[in-house]
């Protein structure tokens, strides 16, 4: 990943969908937090747009691998707050030994 | 995904839309909040914190959308909006919405009744059957060379016949026979007065094989159909059970008289069973059951054609393996039975209302109604596409501000179209209504058949509602689309600006549907003059004998169980009791009811030349010596018949005018032979009368002659008298009553009643396109109005600028009457050439009148032209008289 500006703009949908799940799975975070928390776990090369964000927010919340809940922010500011599911922790653990399955046959392919 | 969760989201979106929309509100600003924070904690200035902020999370507006399309029912909810918001645009503009629903709404209307009509008559079967779809009619056809002829028919076969196909075919799991019509007229007595009854005869296992369920005792079993031993039995309708029996529930076993002959009441059908065929049936009988008792040489001979089969195909049969059996079956039969059978097949059709042979005729009629009513429908359509380009026209900013916003084109193209689809709906309630009004008005101004037994009428069902939403949905989706796509083409910047200015594509649209649309209504407008011509002609047209004041009584002595003699005896009585009566002028009988479509045949050879190929095709009537006067047909020479001509005298014939000039040129026609008929039975002419309309009121001059009621006995009789003031018809029928209380009565009525029924497919057709043309040109002159009206909208800052130049005010109404004019032209010359095209298949409709009949066209092209001049005027002289400066002030 030498071009991070590249990799950005092709931020598969899949990819957001297991970051997100990753980034909650230590703990409740709003969406800003959310955002920072990818930026962190992927050392920058990842920052997801609010526009891409919040939609998959509301999408993995619709499917029932998210709740919210209305909380106070380290700031003292109202925030909604999004935690995981049971069913988003399964969905999560699924998606992650997919994800190693492809990366590993990606690598393999692109090594030979 | 999984699909429980998705189903309650689903629920929250819709059911607490509000709810949702303002946590997703909240969301999104404490999230620009954080952000603000989080950017002056970097040490940016407020303003530009904010800013950065805004930059950051990329709109609030569409991420609010973004968010809301990925939610579920986002489709719906959207959907739901754009109708919430096209509602409340129509309702802002109540004129624009009122002209479209209503254009609209009478445009389908049309073609709902008529959809009705053909829903009724040619879509559905009689009702009552099981599983009609599996039925079949089978009937005679005539051969040429091995295959059906061109004139093949689809007709009766005799009984013998019937037979041999009933054992030999092995494609139906059942093959009934009936007889309808002619035999099947019966006069039910049944203690007091006679009525007559119109039934069937049919074979014993007729309801079996149609499936039909007898609600009381029992149909018919094979031994009711026997020649040896002819059971007089009857199963009698549903509905002949409750108004002659009150459905007396001992009706079984009684005894009824049909045409004066006992017969047992054996069972009643279901409610909704009222026979096989478009006339409604009310009792059946055994085929062997011939009421001319003991004669049963109907059944025996095979000569006499006078059934019709009907049959159940077997499961996996189609159609045309039926058809090629009972082809083989025939092809045996004609070798076996040559002279009853030779170049005749048998042909199997589907079942439906109507009788295999006329079905044709109907289709015709039916789809020239659908051509008048598809017409004013595509008016309609381009009137309310024109409405909506330039709705969208003058909603461009509006619209432009939209797209501006990001707003997708397919999105607002929808919620155009939505706003249409709205329109055209609105407009289907309006066409049911106006179809179920006009179906009502429709069905009580069809007159009944003179001779049969057919009542048309007929309701408006789910069809013909279902028909309409569909039609409706079509038309909204046509008429909006292309409107639609011309207001959004992405013209942004000039939206935006105050220029109104249409774009060339969407005037050029705008031209073509007004140009359409009078093309249309010229169309219309021309078979309308040309239908009204017709009539009016036909009106015109003398039939040779006042009509006016003329009534008639019909009686069949049949049905009062009269043999000839008995029969004669009381004709004779009947009419000179008649003739008695105190307010007759002059009273006769006939067999044949003038202009009643009806007609018998009379072909009739002269003297020495016998030879088929001498034949001369004349049509004849039978007649009693009252009826010249009583018609007022004058004797041109000779005499009219006497007491003398009667069986044992020499036999004579009074002919017309053309039978005479046609036979005996320059000669006296009196004195004369005609030999009538197989038996070259001969005549002497003994009269000649003045030619008169005999079938319909159309025909051309034909040979003609009549034959006095004291030589040829004809059972059916139809008293026609002229009464010297008021109408006699109650006493005529007193006469009957005292005479015999069991001879019925089979229809009375004024001759112009009985007779607008031959003219009925004529006079519908005119009305329908009278009102359809007017419709038409109306919705045209509205289109007309509007495009000149926008013309000179766009033009008055021109025009301004040319008056104050100087120029006079006339020139100005020119510049825009010009632009109107020539759509005008355009539409009327493309109108008048598809009329000289399409008005051809109206021929056998017209009388009098060519198709190509330069004064329809003519007129046509002026009042279309004419109407264009006055809607055109109108808009043109108020842009001319407006203020100049003003007019350059208000752009």
Redesign the interface.
């Known amino acids: 990943m030498k071009t991070p500006a590249s990799a950005r703009a092709t931020l598969l949908q899949g990819t957001l969908d297991l970051l997100i799940l990753k980034a909650l799975s230590t703990g409740e975070l709003h969406g800003l937090g959310v955002s920072t928390r990818i930026e962190q776990l992927t050392g920058g090369t990842f920052a997801p747009q609010p526009g891409s964000l919040f939609p998959a927010l509301h999408r993995l919340e619709e499917a029932g691998w998210l709740e919210s809940a209305w909380d106070t922010s380290e700031n003292n500011r109202r925030a909604k707050y999004y935690t995981l599911t049971k069913a988003g922790q399964r969905q999560l653990g699924e998606e992650q030994a997919n994800w190693n399955r492809i990366a590993l046959a990606m690598a393999r392919a692109l090594e030979g | 995904?999984?699909v429980?969760?998705?189903l309650a989201?689903l629920w929250r979106n819709l059911v607490h839309r509000r709810r949702v929309e303002r946590?997703?509100d909240?969301?999104?600003r404490?999230?620009i909040?954080?952000?603000v924070?989080?950017k002056l904690r970097q040490g940016m200035r407020p303003e530009d914190a904010r800013r950065a902020a805004a930059i950051?999370?990329?709109g609030v507006t569409?991420?609010r959308q973004?968010?809301r399309?990925?939610?579920?029912g986002a489709g719906l909810a959207s959907l739901l909006e754009d109708l919430r918001y096209g509602v409340r645009a129509l309702r802002r503009s109540p004129l624009f919405t009122l002209t479209a629903v209503s254009s609209l709404g009478v445009g389908m209307a049309g073609v709902a009744v008529v959809f009705g009509l053909a829903d009724a008559y040619l879509l559905r079967y009689p009702p009552g059957l099981a599983d009609p779809a599996r039925l079949a009619e089978v009937g005679r056809l005539r051969l040429a060379g091995g295959n059906p002829s061109d004139d093949a028919g689809f007709n009766t076969f005799s009984y013998p016949n019937f037979r041999e196909y009933r054992t030999r075919q092995t494609v139906f799991d059942g093959l009934a026979a009936y007889h309808l019509g002619g035999l099947a007229r019966f006069g039910l007595g049944t203690g007091h007065e006679a009525v007559p009854v119109l039934g069937a005869y049919v074979s014993a296992n007729y309801f079996d094989v149609l499936g039909v369920s007898i609600a009381r005792g029992r149909g018919f079993s094979a031994d009711d159909e026997r020649l040896d031993q002819a059971r007089a039995v009857v199963v009698i309708s549903h509905r002949l059970w409750q108004t002659q029996f009150n459905g007396a529930a001992d009706v079984i076993g009684r005894t009824v008289r049909l045409n004066g002959r006992p017969f047992t009441v054996i069972g009643v059908t279901s409610r909704d069973f009222a026979g096989y065929g478009l006339e409604e049936q009310r009792l059946w009988v055994p085929l062997t059951a011939y009421p001319d008792g003991d004669d049963l040489t109907l059944v025996a001979s095979r000569g006499r054609q006078w059934l019709m089969g009907i049959g159940r195909l077997k499961p996996g049969v189609g159609l045309e393996q039926a058809r090629d059996q009972m082809a083989r079956i025939a092809a045996d039969l004609a070798r076996e039975f040559p002279d009853d059978n030779k170049d005749h097949g048998l042909g199997v059709e589907p079942t439906g209302v109507l009788p295999v042979d006329g079905r044709e005729a109907v289709h015709l009629f039916v789809g020239l109604l659908f051509a008048l009513v598809g017409l004013v429908m595509l008016i309609a359509c381009f009137t309310t596409a024109g409405l909506l380009l330039a709705r969208g026209v003058t909603r461009a900013p509006e619209l432009g501000l939209r797209l501006a916003l990001g707003a997708a084109r397919a999105r607002v193209v929808r919620l155009l179209v939505i706003e249409s689809l709205t329109i055209a709906l609105t407009g289907a309630v309006v066409a049911v209504a106006l179809a179920w009004l006009g179906t009502s008005l429709l069905v009580s101004a069809i007159p009944t058949a003179p001779n049969r037994n057919i009542q048309l009428a007929w309701g408006l069902g789910w069809r013909v509602v279902a028909f309409s939403i569909g039609l409706a949905t079509v038309v909204g989706l046509v008429c909006g689309l292309v409107p639609a796509w011309t207001a959004t083409r992405p013209m942004l910047a000039s939206a935006l600006s105050r220029e109104r200015g249409g774009s060339a594509p969407r005037l050029r649209a705008r031209a073509a549907f007004v140009v359409a649309q009078v093309a249309l209504s010229v169309l219309l407008v021309v078979c309308a003059l040309l239908l009204t011509r017709s009539m009016r002609h036909a009106a015109g047209i003398d039939p040779g004998f006042r009509m006016d004041g003329l009534e008639v009584v019909g009686i069949d002595l049949r049905l009062g169980g009269y043999d000839e003699p008995r029969g004669r005896i009381l004709a004779d009585e009947l009419i000179r009791r008649v003739e008695s009566l105190p307010n007759v002028r002059a009273a006769g009988s006939a067999r044949v009811v003038p202009l009643t479509r009806e007609r018998e045949g009379g072909r009739f050879w002269l003297p020495g030349e016998f030879g088929p190929e001498k034949m001369i095709d004349g049509s004849q009537n039978i007649v009693s010596r009252g009826f010249f006067d009583a018609l007022g047909l004058p004797l041109l020479a000779g005499r009219q018949f006497a007491a003398t001509d009667r069986v044992g005298a020499p036999a004579v014939a009074i002919v017309n005018e053309t039978l005479a000039r046609q036979m005996w040129p320059g000669q006296e026609a009196v004195g004369k032979k005609i030999l009538v008929g197989r038996s070259r039975w001969p005549l002497d002419v003994v009269g000649v009368v003045k030619d008169a309309k005999y079938r319909t009121i159309g025909e051309s001059p034909s040979p003609f002659f009549y034959v006095p009621a004291t030589l040829r006995y004809e059972p059916v009789q139809w008293i026609i008298v002229r009464p010297a003031s008021a109408s006699v018809i109650a006493d005529v029928r007193a006469v009957i009553r005292t005479l015999d209380p069991n001879l019925p009565v089979t229809r009375s009525g004024a001759l112009a009643e009985l007779t607008a029924f031959t003219l009925f497919p004529q006079r519908l057709v005119t009305w329908l396109a009278t009102i359809v043309a007017a419709t038409g040109v109306f919705l045209a002159a509205l289109g007309v109005y509007g495009i000149a009206a926008y013309h000179a909208s766009l033009r008055t800052r021109e025009i301004g600028i040319r008056v104050a130049l100087g120029a006079a005010r006339g020139q100005a109404v020119k510049l825009v009457l010009l632009q109107t004019g020539r759509l005008a032209v355009v539409g009327i010359a493309l109108g008048l050439s598809a009329a000289a095209l399409l008005t051809r298949f109206l021929d056998g409709m017209l009388y009098g009148v060519r198709p190509l009949d330069p004064v329809s066209f003519a007129g046509a092209a002026l009042v279309l032209g004419s109407l264009a001049v006055i809607a055109g005027l109108i808009p043109a002289r108020r842009a001319a008289s407006v203020n100049p400066v003003e007019a350059l002030r208000a752009q």
Not at chain 2, 69 to 72: I, L, R, S
């Open positions: 995904m999984p429980l969760p998705r989201a946590d997703l909240d969301e999104l404490s999230t909040e954080m952000l924070d989080a950051e999370l990329g569409v991420v973004q968010i399309e990925v939610k579920a």
